[in-house]
């Protein structure tokens, strides 16, 4: 039987990208603006839809394809 699951939850394409972002945190990080919040973020490119992932939690997998099934 073949996986039909496979590609973005929202519309089902298979074009995404990923980009890394950081975050300022509450209190004294946010108030000196320091980002430390650090994660990546995988997008569909045929309809926008994204998922964070924390940086340091999933630097050893590949994030498209975990965002793909």
Known sequence: MED????????GSTDAEQK???MSG??????FDVQ???FLVV????CGYSEFYNKKSSAGSNIIDFFLG
């Open 26 to 31: 509450t209190g004294l990080s946010k108030m």
């Open 36 to 38: 430390n919040n650090q």
């Open 20 to 22: 890394e972002v950081a």
């Open 4 to 11: 039909n699951n496979r590609g973005c939850v929202k519309c």
């Open 43 to 46: 997008s569909c490119k045929n």
